[in-house]
C-alpha cells in the first residue's frame, strides 16, 4: 500500500518563526510536489523536485525553500512565517514520465499567529 | 490568470440521482486530465482520468467527459451515494509533470 507522510497534522507557529515541514514517501518516487491548498484557490504549487538535490520553483514559491537530500524525503521550509502563510500544506509524490497520478499525503495545516 | 476554473464552489445533489461536476480550462497545451476527491482532514486521491486522444472514459459509477473544442471537462457520478460527498478537483496536466489544480467543488449527496 502505497504511502505519503508527512511530519505533523496540525501545527501552531508565530510569526517571525523558522518553520520545517517533512514529507516522507515509500514508493520509490523520483518526483515529489509541495502545495498549498486555501479554500477557493484549490491546489498551487509551491516547489517540485524530479530527483535527489534538484528543485524547481513552482507557481507561488515566495517565503518557500524546499531540501532533498534523500530520495524519499522532501521538506519544505519557511524562513521566517508570516501570517498571510497559514494555509493547509500538502505533500505529493509521483513517477517519473507516467500518467501521473499524483499520490498524497494527509496535510499538515499550519496555523502562523 | 486562472488557468483552469471550477465555477461552482458547492453542489447538492440526491442520492441516487446524477452528480455533474465541471472543469473549464484556457490552455490547449493540457494533454492529460484527472480528477481527485478529498475527504476532510486527507489529502486528495485519484479518481478517474482521461488523455487529449479520447472524449470519455469510464470506471464504475465514474464518467469523464473531455470536450476540446469547448475546454471542458465534467465528471459524471451515477448513481450519486452518501460516500461520495467530498470536495473533487479537476487537476491538468501541461508539461513538465507538472498539475494544475481548479478551486475544488464540494459536493453533499443528501439522503
Known amino acids: 500500500d502505497v504511502k505519503v507522510t508527512q511530519s505533523s497534522r496540525y501545527l501552531v507557529k508565530r510569526t517571525g518563526e523558522k518553520v520545517f515541514l517533512e514529507c516522507v514517501q515509500d514508493?520509490?518516487?523520483?518526483?515529489m510536489f509541495w502545495y498549498r491548498q486555501d479554500p477557493g484557490l484549490g491546489l498551487r504549487l509551491i516547489y517540485f523536485?524530479?530527483?535527489?538535490?534538484?528543485?524547481e520553483k513552482g507557481d507561488i514559491p515566495e517565503g518557500y525553500s524546499v531540501s532533498r537530500e534523500k530520495k524519499e524525503r522532501f521538506s519544505l521550509i519557511l524562513e521566517s512565517a508570516s501570517t498571510n502563510q497559514t494555509s493547509m500544506y500538502l505533500c505529493?509524490?509521483?513517477?517519473?514520465?507516467?500518467?501521473?497520478?499524483?499520490?498524497f499525503g494527509p496535510g499538515t495545516r499550519l496555523t502562523v499567529l | 490568470d486562472q488557468q483552469v476554473k471550477q465555477n461552482s464552489p458547492s453542489l447538492s445533489v440526491q442520492e441516487g440521482r446524477i452528480s455533474i461536476l465541471n472543469c473549464d480550462y484556457t490552455?490547449?497545451?493540457?494533454?492529460?486530465f484527472l480528477w481527485y476527491k478529498k475527504y476532510p482532514a486527507e489529502g486528495p486521491t485519484f479518481l478517474i482520468s482521461?488523455?487529449?486522444?479520447?472524449d470519455k472514459n469510464e470506471d464504475g459509477r465514474f464518467t469523464v467527459f473531455l470536450n476540446k473544442s469547448a475546454k471542458h471537462l465534467s465528471l459524471h457520478i451515477v448513481p450519486s451515494q452518501p460516500g461520495d460527498s467530498a470536495v473533487y478537483f479537476c487537476?491538468?496536466?501541461?508539461?513538465?509533470?507538472?498539475?494544475?489544480f481548479g478551486q475544488g467543488t464540494r459536493l453533499t449527496i443528501n439522503p
Open positions: 505529493a509524490s509521483s513517477f517519473p514520465l507516467s500518467y501521473n497520478e499524483q499520490f
Open positions: 514508493m520509490d518516487h523520483e518526483n
Open positions: 523536485s524530479y530527483d535527489v538535490k534538484m528543485k
Open positions: 490552455n490547449s497545451m493540457f494533454d492529460y
Open positions: 482521461i488523455s487529449s486522444i479520447k
Open positions: 487537476a491538468l496536466r501541461g508539461g513538465a509533470q507538472k498539475l494544475v
